[in-house]
């Protein structure tokens, strides 16, 4: 299935008029078999499309909650090979819910890009977001995706402007990030007022779906990005669960699947008839 799963996902959401929402967790994060189970969990809890993290030592791009969960998973030995492995066994239960890779190029360097589009696409993984790897820079790693039909997904920002633009969207398939703030994940708040038109040039310029990310933390934040854009990408939000059911020595699966659940339905709320994709 590959990257086919992301591009008949998105076509059933455009039948059903709204956008996707799409969960962000860290593999490992507090711990291997808790990860996996708030894993499975998820697409029962609304989630459309999967964002999963594997942990790296200095993720430049992200707030201290998401930095925080990286420490408690690396703390807990979880490593790349570890993160594939927890993706096949979610696809033992699942062979329908997209899942992405999200992470840093060290881990995918130390693995060996052909190795790990390989091991990625056995483990049933649709795609990979690698934050600090530049388009100029990519295409050893576009090149090995594509031998294991793996989408790539890039990030634009609001610093990219129109000449930038089709250098960071060519090669990019399944859907584009915006990210809708300048800074890291979770500290501003997005503004879909601002974001809308943004979201607008980034997809005509690629002809795919845009999901939108960083400063989306409450549901009524996400049912007002879910109007504008293809996708509403939360994370920081959710591993705060994890962190708040430690602390309060709770179930933290039923703490994330319960936030899940909130803005899944908020997302879903946001119907927009005739949305482009």
Known sequence: ????????????????GRAAFVAYVMAGDPDFDTALEILKGLPAAGADLIEVGFPFSDPMAEGPPIQRAAQRALANGMTLRK??????????????????????????????FEAFA???????????????????EA??????LDASELSLIRLATPTTDDKRLPVVVARTSGFVYYVSVAGVTGVKEADAAAVAPHVERVRAASGLPVAVGFGIRTPERAAAIARVADAAVVGSALVEEVAAGLAANESVTARVLSKVDSLAKAVRSARVEGRPV
């Open 83 to 112: 993160t594939l492995a927890a993706v096949a066994e979610f696809r033992k239960g699942d062979q329908t819910t997209p899942i992405i890779m999200m992470g840093y190029a060290n881990p995918l360097v130390h693995h060996g």
């Open 118 to 136: 390989r091991d990625a696409a056995a483990a049933g993984v649709d795609g990979l977001i690698c934050v600090d790897i530049p388009p100029e």
């Open 1 to 16: 299935m590959t990257k086919a799963r992301i591009d008949a996902r998105f076509a059933s959401l455009k039948a059903e």
């Open 139 to 144: 295409e050893p790693l576009a090149d090995a």
